[in-house]
């Protein structure tokens, strides 16, 4: 993993969940100063295939809220991405077990998006895939109230006294 590598989102197909995760923590990292809003934020699919569209109810769910994710394709998560990482941030646990059990190295920094919420919060982000455009809304809203708590984590990973 790499101090200046990027945090990278993941989910199953790197077309709904994981692309609404991306866009919303670049969005929230745009507001912050210093080493935080320089990170670089990317997504990939444990069974992604390169070059997919994002759903269209994720691009929408995105759009309500003002951020625009039409242009994302899909990647699959290789471990050339996870090696240059700064932090690997999954959507769901058995992401982060097959993240495990096929990394070479394990990254020390893989982690739920909704991992640093209060005990007693879920900490999955069920897959959209298929549903209705409010589930989809339902989704994004788990991830908007997460973002405060990994972009606090985030901040540890690259806070000056942590170079030090």
Known sequence: MSA????IMVCTANICRSPMGE???????????????????????????????VSEHSVTALRKVGIDIAGHRSQPLTQKLIDEALAVICMSESHRTLIH?????????????????????????????????????????EMVEAIPSLVRFLETLVSPARAQ
């Open 4 to 7: 200046s590598g990027p945090v």
């Open 23 to 53: 866009g919303l923590l670049r969005h929230a990292l745009a507001g912050q100063s210093g080493p935080l809003r320089s990170l670089r934020v990317i997504s990939a699919g444990v069974a992604a295939r390169n070059g997919e569209l």
């Open 101 to 141: 059990l096929q990394a070479e190295p394990v990254p020390p920094h893989l982690h739920l998006f909704r991992e640093f919420m209060p005990a007693g919060s879920p900490r999955e982000i069920a897959d959209p895939y298929g549903a209705p455009l409010p589930v989809y809304e339902r989704c994004r809203d």
